[in-house]
């Protein structure tokens, strides 16, 4: 890359980033039955060609890149979140990585976070695989209450991904006796 100079220094445009293998720190994805229904009998060959970058800054969480669509995640949210929301948040990502496969935008600038197609698709079935693994409604309405959407925009979200606000889901157990 030519660097030109610029007031007597010289920058390089390029920020080389470190790409793992996904599967040298997340094992036994291929025989999780949400992550099958997105790769079928690819689903292992996919995994095995998946690539993970890690990055060290206190905020984010987890992502995928439209331009390669490899996964990013944040060492401290990979260390220090609860195992059960780094599990989801692996999942969710995984959906993306799909839609990354197929040729689909993964963001959407003029649509807000949850009215992307994309975060919608990845939500359902992240909130699928939380059910499977025994999550209650409230506990996935936790797990949905992100801190940069509003508390009009996380009742959106869940409804869209069946998962009852946590007043009405105890009514309805009452009801339900
Ligand atoms: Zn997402």
Redesign the pocket.
């Known amino acids: 890359m030519v660097e030109k100079p610029f007031h007597g220094v010289r920058i390089s445009r390029i920020g080389p980033t470190r790409l793992y293998p996904f599967t040298r720190f997340f094992r036994g994805f291929e025989k999780v039955p949400t992550v099958r229904a997105l790769f079928g009998k690819n689903t292992s060959r996919v995994l095995r060609a998946q690539k993970v970058e890690f990055f060290s800054a206190r905020f984010g969480y987890m992502?995928t890149s439209d331009v390669d669509g490899h996964l990013i995640i944040s060492s401290r949210h990979l260390k220090e979140s609860e195992l059960r929301t780094v599990y989801l948040d692996l999942v969710?990502?995984l959906c993306?990585v799909r839609q990354f496969r197929k040729g689909r935008p993964l963001f959407y600038p003029k649509l807000s976070y949850v009215d992307a197609p994309?975060?919608i698709e990845?939500y359902r079935l992240t909130v699928r695989e939380g059910r499977r693994i025994g999550m209650t409604d409230r506990e996935l309405w936790e797990y949905l209450r992100i801190e940069w959407i509003t508390p009009n925009e996380l009742r959106r979200l869940a409804r869209r991904c069946g998962v009852s606000p946590p007043g009405r889901s105890a009514r309805a157990k009452r009801r339900s006796r």
Do not use: I, Q
Request: glycine share 14%; hydrophobic share 15%.
């Open positions: 992502g969710h990502e993306h994309s975060e990845a």
